[in-house]
């Protein structure tokens, strides 16, 4: 998060002085981490399965 903060403020504090096109380039940088950062975290690995599929029988408290 702090890289896109970073990739904005000075896309539009400096860059922008310098070239209006690079400065919207790194917006849409920085505006594509997150989402990109949100998709690689929940992938997981291949045949794992998430805790909502697993059922409940309500013996999970038992040993």
Sequence with gaps: MACCLVL???AWAFVRLWSV???I???V???VI???AVIIA???EPGAS???DEEDDG???ER
């Design 50 to 52: 998430w805790p909502e």
């Design 34 to 36: 997150p989402p990109t």
């Design 42 to 44: 929940n992938l997981g």
């Design 8 to 10: 904005f403020v000075c």
């Design 59 to 61: 013996r999970s408290d």
């Design 29 to 31: 940088v920085a505006m």
């Design 21 to 23: 096109p690079a400065a």
């Design 25 to 27: 380039g790194m917006c």
